[in-house]
């Protein structure tokens, strides 16, 4: 990927943002594209909506190192501007790879691009917070956290639809509202009260 020329991008990138987590990972989460700071370090969400996607994380108790992330473009567009066609398209086999190999159980989307490669008939705004079938694979639409930087009202939304996430994937987490608790339910003291 480091050395693909398929498309105008290649010319005014630094580097190519392949995507980064866990090779076994049940969740694969695919963004737009790079921005400044993906295309200076080489790794996804590294910048401002990359602190907005960890915040989300951990309000579902996931880590980044438990999923996989990637882009639908793997190089940054200029000045940040949308992706277009046919530079998806240059890019697209690198997608379908990444998905083979991983083979998530459940794909998260964020934003309308990566969306569109899977339900290019569906608008997000009607999508958003559904889990629909893709060639086996459960993809569970989301708005990009960059779109909730701009507009904060988009936050709650988020913040819902990435609590569904444990429930797919069989794990447990706590709800929004649960308070942190003073007693784990695992703890078992025959000495007291370890905690006060
Ligand atoms: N950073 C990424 O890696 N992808 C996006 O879509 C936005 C920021």
Known sequence: MSQCENCGLSKSRNRTVPGEGNYDAQVMMIGEAPGSNE???????????GNLLNELLDSVSIKRSQIYITNTLKCRP??????????????????????????????????????????PNITLSKARGIVREW????????????????????????????????????ISSPSISDQPQKYPATQVSLFGDPFE
Do not use: V, W
């Open 135 to 170: 060639n086996g694979i459960k993809i569970l639409p989301m708005y990009h956290p960059a779109a909730a930087l701009y507009n904060p009202s988009l936050k709650p939304k988020l913040l819902q639809d990435f609590q569904q996430i444990p429930s797919l994937i069989n």
């Open 78 to 119: 200029p000045s940040n501007r949308d992706p277009q066609q046919t530079e998806i398209n240059s890019c697209e086999p690198y997608l379908a790879l990444q998905i083979s190999l991983i083979n998530p159980s459940i794909i998260i989307t964020l934003g309308r691009f990566s969306f569109s490669k899977f339900f």
């Open 39 to 49: 295309d200076k370090t080489g790794r996804p969400f590294a910048g401002r909506a």
